[in-house]
């Protein structure tokens, strides 16, 4: 069975940083690509950014380019998510959840960030 | 981006009854491959979303048969033959055709 596990989220100050982790298990990681999706409270699902396979092409939505990072460690199954300079509006749930054909199918329960001071 | 607009955005109905969700996107979702890549998700209250239907009509393992995804090029639609309580929540359509994958805004069906 699919199973992802985002850690890492929690309460951050505008400007402060955070490391997001998401631990994968029942299916081979190192062949799926991977992303990172967020909900901000109340509202609806944005496509943040995205890896492949061996994390050689990745892709991020505008609002986070150049202060988000993914990354990923193949052998640890693991999906990592970098965040710096955060603001107010990337207050949000943010999911882990593994790539399939051009979309996604198994997504993990999430975890919170609030950027607030 | 290609732009996603679901209607209703809010979908009262009773039990037992059938409900219906459009989704339409600003350019075919026709890709140069011959698919579609039109997924439906559901949402229930605090949980995480659900893949119910890949590519425009194939059913998830475990969805009820109660749920049929249908439609081309631009114009799309998720069917609940009978609705139940445990369909309440948010549902949202995604494209994968054309990167990046875009959302629709979510209808939120509810019983009346």
């Known amino acids: 069975e699919v199973h992802l596990v985002e850690s890492g989220g929690g309460l951050v100050q505008p400007g402060g940083s955070l490391r997001l982790s998401c631990a994968a298990s029942?299916?081979?990681?190192?062949?799926?690509?991977m992303l990172w999706v967020r909900q901000a409270p109340g509202k609806g699902l944005e496509w943040v950014a995205n890896m492949n396979q061996d994390g050689s092409d990745k892709y991020y939505v505008g609002s986070v380019k150049g202060r988000f990072s993914i990354s990923r460690d193949n052998a640890k199954s693991s999906l990592y998510l970098q965040m710096n300079s955060l603001r107010a509006e990337d207050t949000a749930v943010y999911y882990c959840a593994r790539g399939v054909s051009r979309t996604t199918d198994f997504w993990g329960q999430g975890t919170l960030v609030t950027v607030s001071s | 981006d290609v732009v996603m607009t679901q209607s209703p955005l809010s979908l009262p109905v009773t039990l037992g009854q059938p409900a219906s969700i459009s989704c339409r996107s600003s350019?075919?979702?026709?890709?140069?491959?011959?698919?579609?890549?039109l997924d439906w998700f559901q949402q229930r209250p605090g949980q995480s979303p659900r893949r119910l239907i890949y590519e425009v009509s194939s059913r998830d393992s475990g969805v009820p048969d109660r749920f049929s995804g249908s439609g081309s090029g631009t114009d799309f639609t998720l069917k609940i033959s009978r609705v139940e309580a445990e369909d309440v929540g948010v549902y949202y359509c995604l494209q994968g055709t054309h990167w990046p994958p875009t959302f629709g805004q979510g209808t939120k069906l509810e019983i009346k």
């Open positions: 029942g299916f081979t990681f190192s062949t799926s690509w």
């Open positions: 350019q075919s979702l026709v890709h140069s491959n011959g698919n579609t890549y």
